[in-house]
């Protein structure tokens, strides 16, 4: 039975910077909104808050914690769902170990990661772990399709204050470097389920000697479900990756891998750990049995490397040696060598590609100069969405924020769909031989030759969210009557069967004639060159490039990815209010426990929080619900306008001063409308002593900047310390309460 939401409004508990800020403002919505009858509860899905969740047999009964993520999961499902989900940490397994090191120094008697599990209870610690790296929190809540956009006002405001943006040249060398064949696009098979087929299905390897090892079974396919499976060959990546690395030598250019560790948590560590391993190929090949003494796996990164073999004089030189005779490496932080090949999570390709192409081309050499670069992304079936994007700016130039249209999204996402890389149906292929995936009836739907270390991956996109995404596009169309565009391509298997169901309901709603069908790369261009000239359009993708698109045009039009409306319609009649991309959170963090100063910017949730007011309103008829939603976007609308965001160096207003500022006029906007007298009458005086205090508040916030701060902790902060550091002025707190 499923669990019934107890608050009218659910925030989630998250991780790093957004977790942080929430510490100064959630104390402010659920007091408003209490104000108004409404109550604001809160569920955890933070890293470390899943980690104590799935062990609750290791620790005390005061450690223990309820699975929040498995009774959101059930939630999802209900119509009464109404979720502002924060950005919370896809982890790596270099994040996920350093969580759990800090949960045991603070008493947690939590199991050490096992990296090669040995016992059955080894096994079965592992399988909880993995369980909670990568993106495990998103395929549980999204049971719904995608609805991404700038909001009007921020739109709006970019437009009027336009961010700076790098010049392009039409002689850069900076480029995009796929592989040529023997890559997932290549491989991939594709069907649609029969009613004969469908039913549990099994994924079997038989190897060359003929043993037979089931990968998986139980892989749930319903009728009308799109089915894939393809592979990527290892030694064909290897050989990739080796003629890249000279070709940056030959070019001059910085050497630089783009992947996706956290949501593709299972392949791309593995191709990650490829890239490190030829790019050091002959370090090990130097030291390959010290380096398994000292248990070192490529998969980890050359971070992982530097702190296992500290304090070996011999190695540390050769490693250097080893990195100086290859092309120079693009970086995350030049100051403190941190290259693009340390730790798998560091380079997310969504943040990084976008990032890159705003500068102008240009990446971060070990100099802490820009310079070009060779950007590796292996797999075709996305890499052309950037090669286009850096195509089309060398011929053209750089994009006019003051001036661009804007691109939507409808993304495909509902259960678990199109979760490429990261499902239980991913596997390093353990001996040479024939995967194949047979149906529940016995039907063979597709096989693929492999060889031992080759990385295979299946995945689904059931009919039910395939119908809701597209009906989703004719209404957003509709509303809007933007030129709308399914992103599919109909050379790859996958995105041809999707197109099947496309054209039929199209056609069957009489509005073929209003979408396109397009290729990534075709249909990058075509955005391009319709926000150029000022124009607005629809992109109608799959999950991935829900992703990576939902990053690539917001960097490009606002400068940010993290000011995004997120309205997740769950396919039950609930909804989910995402926030933003967190992928700046960590060097945020970084900076408030150097300086107290986080430069988080909140608009992300303001918008998320106006759009779960409407939500309540209209779902429940709550009108006082309605009030606050309106007053919400009257407030971030006076948050922009008057340039009351976060600024970046310490010193100058942060986060808290925008959450005062947000407040302020949240109250005043509550205390002027005349919908509810009563409703205007209880903010009256809040909105006055904000307003009177001004001076006082912002003088004690500015206070204690400039200093390091202590929260207990990095992944499982003491709440009381982050109270102390995020609610430091006492004026303010004595009004809000």
């Given at each position: ?125 592992r399988a909880r772990y993995d369980a909670i790296k990568g993106s495990a929190v998103n395929p549980v809540l999204r049971e719904g399709n995608s609805d991404r956009r700038a909001a ?54 038989t190897a060359t000697d003929g043993a037979e090892t089931v990968l998986k079974e139980g892989v749930d396919l319903p009728e009308g479900t799109v089915v894939d499976g393809t592979f ?120 990084s590609m976008p990032a890159l192409i705003r500068a102008g081309g240009k990446g971060w050499g070990p100099d802490g100069k820009p310079a070009d670069t060779k950007c590796c992304i ?360």
């Amino acid at each position: 039975m499923a669990d019934k939401q107890t608050s009218d409004i659910l925030y989630t508990v998250v991780d790093e910077a957004p977790q942080l800020a929430s510490g100064s403002l959630l104390p402010i919505i659920q007091k408003f909104a209490g104000m108004a009858g409404v109550t604001v509860g809160t569920k955890d899905i933070s890293l470390a808050g899943r980690i104590i969740a799935a062990f609750p047999d290791y620790l005390t009964e005061e450690q223990r914690q309820p699975d929040d993520l498995a009774e959101l999961g059930r939630l999802v499902k209900t119509p009464e769902a109404n979720i502002i989900k924060l950005p919370n940490i896809s982890a790596s397994v270099p994040q996920l170990v350093a969580a759990i090191k800090e949960l045991q120094s603070q008493g947690y008697a939590l199991p050490d990661y096992p990296e090669e599990p040995e016992t059955d209870e080894e096994r079965d610690i592992r399988a909880r772990y993995d369980a909670i790296k990568g993106s495990a929190v998103n395929p549980v809540l999204r049971e719904g399709n995608s609805d991404r956009r700038a909001a009007r006002a921020v739109k709006e405001y970019a437009q009027k204050h336009p961010h700076s943006m790098g010049d392009w040249s039409a002689d850069s060398k900076t480029h995009v470097a796929a592989m040529a064949d023997n890559d997932f696009f290549a491989n991939e098979k594709s069907t649609t389920v029969t009613a004969a087929q469908a039913g549990p299905a099994r994924i079997v390897l038989t190897a060359t000697d003929g043993a037979e090892t089931v990968l998986k079974e139980g892989v749930d396919l319903p009728e009308g479900t799109v089915v894939d499976g393809t592979f990527m060959s290892a030694r064909t990546l290897r050989a990739y990756i080796a003629k890249q690395i000279r070709d940056a030598a030959d070019k001059g250019v910085l050497f630089s891998v783009h992947l996706k560790a956290t949501m593709m948590k299972v392949s791309d560590p593995i191709i990650f750990g490829h890239f490190v391993s030829v790019y050091l190929q002959d370090f090990i090949a130097k030291h390959g049995e010290k380096l398994r003494e000292l248990g070192w796996n490529p998969n980890s990164g050359i971070g992982d490397l530097e702190q296992r073999i500290a304090g070996d004089a011999a190695l540390e030189a050769d490693l250097k040696a080893a990195m100086s005779a290859q092309p120079p490496m693009y970086m995350v932080d030049s100051d403190r060598g941190i290259t693009n090949l340390h730790v798998p999570s560091d380079v997310i390709i969504d943040a990084s590609m976008p990032a890159l192409i705003r500068a102008g081309g240009k990446g971060w050499g070990p100099d802490g100069k820009p310079a070009d670069t060779k950007c590796c992304i292996p797999d075709r079936c996305y890499a052309p969405v950037y090669d286009e994007t850096i195509n089309y700016f060398k011929e053209t130039g750089k994009l006019d924020p003051a001036t661009a249209g804007t691109v939507q999204n409808i993304g495909l996402m509902a259960q678990k769909a199109e979760e490429y890389g990261s499902h239980p149906t991913t596997f390093e292929i353990p001996a040479d031989g024939t995967v194949r995936m047979i149906a529940a009836n016995g039907d063979v739907l597709f096989d693929h030759r492999v060889e031992k270390g080759d990385i295979w991956r299946s995945c689904t996109a059931k009919k039910a969210p395939i119908e809701d995404w597209v009906q989703l596009a004719i209404s957003r169309q509709k509303a809007t009557g933007y030129a709308a565009v399914f992103w599919l391509n109909e050379n790859r298997p996958h995105d041809a069967e999707l197109i099947k169901y496309v054209k039929r309901i199209l056609e069957a709603e009489g509005v073929a004639d209003r979408f396109a069908i397009m290729a990534p790369r075709e249909a990058t261009r075509f955005s391009l060159e319709t926000i150029r000239k000022g124009e607005n359009t629809i992109a109608i993708t799959g999950n991935v490039l829900r992703d990576y698109l939902t990053d690539l045009f917001p960097i490009l039009e606002l400068g940010t990815s993290a000011k995004m409306l997120s309205i997740v319609k769950l396919m039950a009649g609930g909804g989910m209010f995402e926030t933003g991309a967190g992928g700046s959170a960590p060097k945020h963090v970084q900076q408030l426990l150097a300086e107290n100063h986080l430069r988080w910017d909140s608009l992300g949730e303001f918008c998320a929080l106006g759009e779960s007011f409407k939500f309540l309103a209209d779902a429940r008829g709550r009108k006082a619900a309605a009030i606050l939603g309106d007053a919400v976007e009257e407030a971030t609308t006076q948050v922009l306008e008057n340039d009351r965001s976060p600024r970046r160096k310490v010193g100058e207003p942060d986060n808290r001063d925008s959450h005062y500022w947000f407040a302020r006029y949240w109250a005043e906007a509550l205390a002027a409308q005349t919908e509810d007298a009563d409703l205007a009458a209880k903010f009256a005086p809040i909105a006055q002593a904000l307003a009177e205090n001004e001076e006082k508040i912002l003088a004690e916030l500015a206070a204690v900047q400039g200093h390091p701060v202590d929260l207990g902790g990095y992944y499982h902060q003491d709440p009381a310390k982050v109270a102390a550091v995020m609610r430091p002025s006492a004026t303010l707190n004595a009004i809000i309460g």
